[in-house]
């Protein structure tokens, strides 16, 4: 059996491998490692696969979380909701840029921002929503921006766990993550579903101004040539990058495929077991699988990710501390938002490999080590 990864790059490079090194070797013999051809090819094929009028490419998905914060004029003080249950990185530039995080519990089927949750953390101060599609599952889109309609505040999507996914509206309509919201943020990030060889991110608008406003701030400020209006970034996606990008976006839809495929075959082994939750699949989210992620109740997760260690399978555990319990949080007040199902939550998930390149040996083998910890170990 081929050994065990979280997340199998080099085997999905090996597939990709003529036309990536015969791309990245034309880069190279051009030069053209900043803004080159390829940035923008894929900047067009990006908006046409999404449904989205403009993509702006940067340098990672914290930098598009940080580009949208500020193109959107928050000022310090402004409250943003997100909620907790996240990657560090969407509570940390709200924090960064001096405004205030306002935590706001998930859905427990979902893990996904719940929208009466939010609705009840509204304050004259709110200036955003952040929605996190955590290991790729929709949050409950229709409510949340019924919700920003009504008090005019914008979202902004962080799809960086969840490109290629879709969400259902209730007249049947399907929309892309990252394209129902005022701006969408995606990381590009290598162990992410649509992952280049390094760092990438980009952001999608619907809205003319603001991506006019978005080019400018991840571009230095700058309205024309040496002429800058605003406060701004460098943030760039590399030519290099972008070649990647360009060979692996066509793929998207059959890696999704294969992650779904996955995620058929665990559900399918741990049916029944009552120490395991499955990943729950809203009828409204098409669920791309970043993670495979299970609730463990009456068992020791830690116990059994050892256990899987010493059988040579890998298994993490994202998160175990939530971001208003980080120290890096204290001084906003973290500890004092009452979040019970993000604290429950964190206290039991632990997430599968799930990738590409997985073969049925590996995935009956991870699903038989997993039943044989239980067998012995359940309390
Ligand atoms: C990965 C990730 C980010 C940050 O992306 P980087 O490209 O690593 O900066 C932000 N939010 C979420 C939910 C993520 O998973």
Redesign the pocket.
Known sequence: MVPIQMVDLKRQYLKIKPQVDAAMTEVLENAAFINGAPVQQFTNALQSYLGVKHVIPCA????A?QIAMMALDLAPGDEVITPSF??I??AEVIALLRLKPVFVDVDPKTFCLDPEQVEKAITPKTKAIVP?H?YGHATDMEPLMAISGKYNIPVIE?N??AIGGHYTFADGSKKMLGAIGQIGCT???PS?NLGCYG???ALFTNDDALAAKIRMVANHGQSARYYHDVVGVNSRLDTLQAVVLNIKLPLLDEYIKARRAVADAYDAGFAGIPEITTPFRASNSYHVYHQYTLQLNGADRYALQQYLQEKGVPAMIYYPVPAHRQKMFEDFGGAAFNLPVTDDLTSKVISLPIHTEMDADQLQYIIDSVKSFLNQNSK
């Open positions: 990672n998905g914290t930098d979380l996240t990657f990185a969407t996190v955590l962080d960086a766990q990381s590009f990030f992410k760092d990438g991110g």
